[in-house]
């Protein structure tokens, strides 16, 4: 069998054809079924760029009401995961709670059984809505507070604030939570991504390949690189150092800046923009700037000092604290939105599927090798 | 960027280096850390082919005695994980409640938020003991039988058959199923190890690759396969049918006959050999030899008509059922098998790692698409 090997991680190797998602790296260009990245920030919203990604297109008005109708609706939450929630050890991270939950979903979805196309888009409705409601009812069940029903008049990303701080978000805060999970709705083959329709071409189930991708999602390469901006941050305000020289002195001692490059993008990510617009005027409408000037006198050394540019990660650690939300949501976050893509690209995988079965390198012990008894080892 | 475009489903793509797995395709052979499959098939035990694959070499006596206490201490299910095997509908199938019970298991893994080499080992120690358990205390627990305790004494495949069934297993019974869980502990790059490896590369933990691998296995073109088949051999039992031409009528109406040909084996796969061997030894034994005989009819037909080989889901299906196991756990007994080559496949990704994330190729609507409002669409 002829094979090609692959650079490490995959890098440089195409692993699908998708019409989902179009990144160009070394332009700093990334668009949805597209559409640039920057017009979707400036005038849409996460319903309408959820419909973009699940269908190839802008809806026209009446079907964006449908659609997002159909997303409010699934704003129910079976009382059995409410349990399971309850049940869960508070010490595990909230990641570990959201990949437990998705994965009981599948135990009360009435499609579950059925992986065609039309199930898998009902199928990924409920999941859209219900990631959401998860995050936000885990957080006052640990917090020992009232869980907030779901409001189906408000927007996703509205309805979401209402049910973490039970209090109807303001207007500034409701849209910059939008733009933030549409900037996040998808990036073409991620890891996450990746690792969902890795699972999805088995035939398995999209609750298997969304749990997977939440696993993954988890991870400190993947998801969780913006806690990891904002416990820098805050290390940063604990000391009471300056952020230039306390980042200086990382760099010194051999530590990583999370936050900064990309794999795919040779230019600044373009979704970053929008999060330091969103982070500066956040600081300003709130009268606490302190986050978004920490973060851009860190981001303005190392453009300098390492020719790093900020990814999607670095302000959104600002953005996501000055609206309120703890660090430890961030990734669950990440993945209210990234439900979005991942839906897309399991459905267009098994649209068109092939199992996804790689080869290794052998790079082990000679074969033949032989087994010998226990005694003459 | 330069990129080379994969075959579909990244066909002789290779993805990593490995020093696990050694699959010659055109050869039939497969070796676990160069050890041929056959010499372990005849010679060595799951704790023994565990340690293989784990540690990269056979043990000396105590080691392996030092090993399989180790895996026989980690019998202890928290009661939280049987109050959630208890709480889960039975409308489910064994999959979910594996996958949805090995994810909560990270919350009473007391090295949860360890990543190393040596907190992973442990952990696999425990994945493997509590895979097991979950999978038999599941079964007693959905058919209102009490759960049967771990017995310490035991190997790792008699403690599940006696966990299972509550009886003490024989030893043909036992020494069955321990080839079995041998034949399926490794398979390098399949789908589920690769999912568990795309999960692992972001640094998540060990549970969630786990979690997504399962996830993979789930499917029907993976792990689903001998369900298949067994499925099959119930119709043709019910209708009384001769099976070849039972076969025939499907290859008539082009429907695919499960167990049969590889995406990686041109020969037969070398597991069938030892699978056929028990399923005929077995039918023998236990004086019903039907499934064994339909099984070789149809493998006979099958060869000769569509030059296509038995695969391992091919006699695993009347081997299983011949041992009295449903059909819906022959894919979570894959499971408690292939634990141990997933955790040697997640530690030795994460031993040297990098990120796993390819690219796509872009076959959507042309970039720029611009948006519009809604009332121009």
Redesign the interface.
């Known amino acids: ?6 650079g ?15 990144i ?3 332009a700093g ?1 990334l ?1 949805y ?4 990245i920057h ?2 920030a400036e ?2 919203t996460f319903e309408e760029s959820t419909y973009l990604l699940w269908n ?6 009446s079907e ?1 009401k449908e659609f997002s109708a159909q997303l409010a609706e699934a704003r129910e939450l079976n009382p ?1 995961i409410i ?2 929630l309850k ?3 508070t ?2 991270t909230p990641m ?1 709670v959201l ?2 939950a998705v ?2 979903l ?3 979805d009435a499609d ?1 059984k059925d992986n065609t196309h039309d199930a898998n888009v009902r199928k990924a409705f409920r999941l859209t809505a219900q990631i959401a409601m998860i995050v936000a009812v885990y957080d006052r069940v640990r917090k020992g507070l009232e869980i907030v029903p779901a409001d189906k008049s408000l927007s996703h990303a509205a309805n979401f604030l209402w049910m973490l701080n039970g209090v109807k978000p303001s207007e500034t805060a409701a849209r910059t939570l939008d733009v933030a999970l549409i900037l996040h709705a998808d990036h ?5 991504t ?2 969902a329709r ?8 999209i ?3 969304i ?14 690189a913006n806690e990891a901006v904002m416990r820098l941050l805050h290390a940063i305000d604990k000391a009471g150092a300056d952020p230039v020289k306390y980042v200086q002195e990382m760099l010194a001692g051999k530590q990583k800046i999370s936050g900064f490059g990309h ?2 993008y040779k230019t600044e990510d373009p979704r970053a923009t929008h999060l330091r617009r969103m982070s500066e005027q956040l600081g300003k409408d709130s009268g606490n700037p302190k986050w978004f000037d920490m973060s851009r006198a860190i981001e303005l050394y190392i453009n300098s000092e390492k020719k790093l540019n900020a990814n999607v990660d670095f302000y959104s650690a600002s953005t996501y604290t000055t609206l309120g939300i703890d660090i430890d949501l961030f990734t669950p976050i990440f993945a209210v939105s990234r439900i979005s893509g991942w839906a897309a690209h399991v459905i267009e995988q098994l649209d068109d599927n ?22 003459e ?1």
Chains 1, 2 share one sequence.
């Open positions: 069998m002829s094979t090609v090997v692959a490490k991680g995959l890098e440089g190797i195409v692993a699908a054809n998708s019409g989902i998602c179009w160009d790296g070394e260009v668009a079924r597209g559409i640039d017009e979707l005038n849409s190839g297109r802008l809806p026209s008005a964006l059995k349990d399971l049940s869960l050890p010490t595990g570990e990949r437990t994965s009981a599948s135990f009360y579950e073409e083959l991620n890891a996450s990746f690792a890795v699972i999805a071409a088995t035939l398995s189930d609750h298997s390949a749990t997977g991708a939440i696993g993954a999602l988890k991870g400190p390469l993947h998801g969780g794999r795919v092939r199992l996804i079965r790689p080869r290794a390198e052998y790079v082990g012990p000679a074969y033949p090798t032989h087994w010998v008894p226990v005694a080892r």
